[in-house]
């Protein structure tokens, strides 16, 4: 064997027959064309299955709602060119052009590009039905859904949600347009303890709940969901520091609004009864004004709502009016002592009440409490300081600052 193969007649007889061979395969069809020369060959055939079918329509005005998805292509010709189709695969389209026609259902005959031209192209089905409808824009809500609201941090709540855009647009044929019952936006806040701010996918359902898949814009939203701290709501007050101007009184001191809602934890904001929102200067009061006062927060708070309140003060000129015989309550007295007023058991003062014309109108005599406080006095005679409790933007004095008393043990 080994001495063939050194025999240089025998290279080159193999070279001629596969010269020959290859000779043949080429040139095959062309012989098959002369008369004579080799047997009478048919042509072969291939057959494309599931071709995709391209349609060529306005996509700016209308939507395909109905056609023919795939189609059959069969390939008659020389085998040659149908080998080297096979193996090229070259980018042909099989399509209809439906672009000058309206709104409806058109029935067209397919056509094709691109496949070689000695090959015989034939398609089934010849004839296709593609319905057109007009496009449709629609503005829809965005409705949005919270998941697990019952898994936020203990003590927090769930507010309602605030979404931008409030509305997106639904761009498709008027037929699935119509089928569109809610769009919606989903925010999971387990776990939450603060406000979220998410940006998330906008979903398409029809009345069934089923899910569609249609153009719309935009097709994220901005969605902000408050997470609120436990709050209480507190009154709130003005601090009154220094003396009103000789000749004036305060009519009215209105606070608005009247009641602040603090949060935080609950175990601090339990304990509180009140927010002091700031202090009011009297000796710097000559007329009616309305000032604008920040809150403080107090400690361990997170925040106050409102976080400015309205003080309006109305101010009028002074009148006096006094009350005569109002008696001293003794406070702070303990069991097993008497209080003695000079050798007697109860004592009465004057006391003058000074405010507006419209406050002392209204002021009566049991409004007023005058009293000794004798808690941290042990027996024997004193010099006690008369206190007075009355209604508020009232200012009232007594001709006896202080009186004598002997506390007695019995």
Same mark, same amino acid.
């Given at each position: ?90 980018? &042909? ?8 026609? /309206? ?52 003590? &927090? ?28 936006? &989903? ?21 069934? /709940? ?122 702070? /007295? ?50 006690? /300081? ?25």
């Amino acid at each position: 064997m080994d001495k063939l193969f050194n025999s240089h007649w025998f290279v080159k007889i193999i070279s001629f027959f596969i010269a020959l061979m290859l000779f043949t395969m080429v040139n095959i069809d062309n012989m098959a064309s002369q008369p004579g020369v080799l047997p009478t060959i048919s042509p072969a055939s291939y057959t494309l299955e599931d071709v995709e079918l391209v349609v060529h329509y306005d996509e700016e005005n209308y939507a395909i709602t109905d056609k023919t998805e795939h189609v059959q292509v069969n390939l008659k010709g020389p085998q040659g060119s149908l080998t080297l189709f096979q193996l090229t695969r070259p980018s &042909y389209e099989v399509f209809v052009d439906v672009r000058e026609r /309206g709104e409806g259902v058109h029935t067209l005959s397919v056509q094709h590009r691109n496949f070689p031209s000695d090959l015989s192209v034939s398609i089934v089905p010849q004839y296709v039905r593609v319905e057109l409808q007009e496009k449709q824009t629609v503005s829809f809500p965005v409705q949005v859904d919270i998941i697990n609201s019952n898994e936020v941090e203990e003590g &927090y709540t769930v507010g309602t949600p605030i979404v931008s855009p409030l509305n997106v647009d639904v761009t498709a044929a008027r037929s699935l347009v119509a089928e569109v019952h809610e769009v919606k936006a &989903y925010v999971d806040v387990a776990g939450a303890d603060r406000a979220l701010e998410e940006t998330t996918p906008v979903r398409l359902y029809d009345e069934d /709940g089923n899910e569609l898949t249609l153009s719309v814009d935009p097709q994220v939203v901005d969605v902000r969901v408050p997470i609120t701290s436990p709050n209480r709501t507190v009154p709130a007050r003005v601090t009154r520091v220094g003396e009103l101007p000789d000749g004036v009184s305060i009519n009215e001191l209105k606070v608005e609004p009247e009641e602040l809602t603090v949060y935080g934890p609950r175990d601090v904001i339990d304990r509180m009864n009140v927010i002091e929102v700031g202090e009011l200067d009297l000796t710097e009061l000559t007329e009616s004004q309305t000032i604008e006062m920040d809150v403080p927060i107090p400690p361990g708070v997170e925040r106050v709502s409102p976080e400015t309140v309205t003080v309006t003060v109305s101010i009028s000129a002074e009148e006096t009016e006094e009350f005569t015989d109002v008696p001293i309550e003794v406070i702070g /007295g303990r069991e097993g002592e008497e209080i003695s007023f000079d050798g007697n058991t109860t004592r009465e003062v004057t006391i003058a009440a000074r405010g507006s014309e419209e406050s002392l109108a209204k002021l009566q005599l049991t409004d007023i409490q005058a009293f000794i406080d004798v808690s941290d006095l042990s027996t024997g005679v004193h010099e006690v /300081g008369v206190q007075i409790n009355g209604p508020p933007n009232i200012r009232f004095s007594t001709m006896e600052e202080t009186i004598p008393i002997e506390i007695i043990s019995q």
